[in-house]
């Protein structure tokens, strides 16, 4: 994806193109990094998730509140924005983070992202960062239910099949990668019936059981 499509895929087009590249500038390559624009973006995106939230559901406890943004600001969220953007494609790594992997990362692609928004709002303003964050978060914003239990894409594949009397999906390790301090796993979920096979990546076994599942869920839409 070149820039031009990413900032397509955005709805966003940056004034000052060097704070597109500075967002997609892991420290590992080069300075200025991407580092000082996911601090910005991280404190935006927890605001405007919160203020989503405040005015959807204007019952709400503060705690109820505070356990749906926990959900929807994690890592793991992150991570399926990222790579529904294909933001691996366009980062630019230092050469051994790009060897061990480091443009599937989980915790890179999600710094990643929080950059992006941090480096909307110092090219033009809150209000567009705000509209960046709404636009990535609105199904799954759309798909929230005060009071019911957040499932995982695991058990909501599961339920899904199940409903309809179909076979339970198969999880294979497909390989293993990076150091052992940091390792990332490619896991595959296959569908024989509905010709389903969808790949995930996390930095537990689980993790990437869990994209993978939520890739196989996004192609059952």
């Given at each position: ?11 966003y ?20 990094h991407?580092?000082?624009l ?21 019952s ?19 991570h399926?924005?990222a ?13 051994g ?46 798909a ?26 198969k999880y294979?390790?497909?390989q ?24 995930g ?9 869990q ?11």
């Amino acid at each position: 994806m070149t820039a031009s499509r990413l900032e397509k895929a955005l709805a966003y087009t940056f004034s000052d193109s060097s704070l597109l590249q500075t967002a997609l500038t892991h420290r590992s390559h080069s300075s200025p990094h991407n580092e000082r624009l996911e601090f910005i973006g991280d404190s935006i995106l927890n605001c405007v998730i919160a203020l989503e939230l405040f005015r959807r559901f204007p019952s709400l406890a503060e705690g109820e509140m505070s356990r749906l943004r926990a959900n929807l600001v994690r890592q793991e969220t992150l991570h399926q924005i990222a790579e529904t953007l294909a933001i691996g494609t366009e980062l630019r790594l230092g050469e051994g983070e790009m060897k061990s992997g480091g443009n599937q990362r989980p915790s890179i692609l999600a710094d990643a992202v929080e950059a992006l928004i941090g480096a909307v709002h110092q090219d033009s303003s809150f209000d567009h960062a705000s509209r960046l964050v709404v636009g990535l978060y609105k199904e799954r914003l759309d798909a929230v239910v005060p009071g019911q239990q957040i499932k995982d894409p695991k058990t909501r594949l599961q339920e899904y099949l199940q409903g309809r009397r179909m076979p339970l999906p198969k999880y294979s390790l497909m390989q293993t990668s990076g150091e052992a301090h940091a390792q990332n796993f490619c896991v595959a979920c296959e569908i024989p019936s509905l010709r389903i096979n969808t790949q995930g990546i996390g930095q537990s076994r689980r993790a990437a059981e869990q994209m993978a599942a939520e890739k196989a869920l996004e192609t059952l839409k």
